[in-house]
């Protein structure tokens, strides 16, 4: 198995290595951010990309999303700190196998790696508990303001900020803000990749 390992802190890379190591996986490259992700998934062609979603740059679900659609056979499984609903589904709707927390033991990770090399879909049993709570939520991302929402819908429909601070009577310096709330808690890092995680969550914009 060869596998290319994606995550922005040394030291969780260092510790995946000698898991990785330890189990005959071949960690082939890595990667600290999402560009890198997509030219390394491009260069050494892994059998799976081992993926982060927090990092810096484009983010892990657009990097997973690039990465399938020039390498459909390739498998992605999603390793990450991120547990909200939209997120999960962010990741699978750009074609991760895969989704584990950062906290999954050394025989759920390498279960998981069996899994997704085969084929199959693996999602770890709280991402699951915690899907299955989001999905009876009213709103796509229960983690946001109902100000933010706004804001985020009003963005996944083009608009600029000077536009929504005009639509929602606010100034545009605190639209500024509460876009920087939305990356926080979306974990994302630009508002190319916020959008692209509101839309594949099916959040509808306002006017």
């Known amino acids: 198995m060869r596998v290319l390992l994606c995550d922005d802190h040394p030291i969780y890379r260092d510790g995946l290595r000698t898991l990785f190591d330890e189990l005959g996986v071949d960690v082939v490259a890595e990667a600290g951010n999402g560009e890198d992700a997509v030219a390394l998934a491009s260069a050494f062609e892994p059998d799976i990309v081992v993926m982060d979603l927090s990092m810096p740059g484009i983010g892990g679900v657009e990097a997973t999303r690039r990465i399938l659609a020039e390498h459909p056979s390739m498998r992605v499984l999603a390793l990450t700190m991120i547990d909200d609903h939209a997120t999960v589904l962010a990741a699978l709707r750009a074609g991760a196998s895969g989704y584990l927390l950062k906290g999954a033991g050394h025989a759920e990770i390498r279960t998981a790696l069996a899994a ?7 999602v770890s049993a709280e991402v699951t ?22 804001v985020l819908g009003l963005m996944s429909r083009g608009r600029t900020n000077e536009h929504i601070a005009d639509v929602l009577s606010l100034s545009v310096k605190t639209v500024r803000n509460v876009v920087s ?27």
Do not use: N, W, Y
């Not at 709330?181 to 006017?207: P, Q, T, W, Y």
């Open 181 to 207: 709330s939305i990356f926080s808690k979306l974990a994302v890092s630009s508002r190319a990749e916020a959008v692209a995680v509101a839309r594949d969550a099916g959040l509808e914009g306002h006017g």
């Open 129 to 150: 508990a915690g899907l299955r709570a989001g999905l009876r939520s009213p709103h796509p991302f229960p983690q946001l303001t109902p100000r933010e929402r706004d």
């Open 116 to 122: 997704v090399q085969l084929g199959g879909v693996t």
